[in-house]
């Protein structure tokens, strides 16, 4: 199995374990769930980072720049950024976050 597509299952799996708070969580900034991670003290966190929308090249740099630069302030370290691509297109990356 791909060391993509193995992310990818565990990522839906989280999700579909919280199923009832995932839309919630999607929606979120990145820096309120980088908050919510540290003071849950949770020692690994993955996020959905949206690039469907705008201009693909910039701005998905952009939500990528912006969500590591909040968990960085609070303790995190990038562990696994994977694109997410559908029918040719980009969608977006889910981005594990890890504490050393």
Do not use: C
């Amino acid at each position: 199995m791909s060391r993509f597509l193995f992310t990818a299952l565990i990522a839906v799996a989280m999700l579909g374990a919280t199923l009832g708070a995932h839309a919630g969580i999607l929606a979120k900034k990145p820096e309120t769930v980088a908050q919510e991670a540290m003071q849950a003290n949770m020692q690994s966190v993955t996020i959905w980072v949206d690039a469907s929308w705008g201009f693909r090249n910039q701005g998905a740099a952009n939500s990528l720049n912006r969500a590591h630069e909040a968990f960085a302030a609070r303790g995190y370290r990038v562990l696994s950024v994977e694109p997410y691509i559908e029918n040719g297109d980009l969608q977006g990356f889910f981005v594990t976050y890890q504490k050393p």
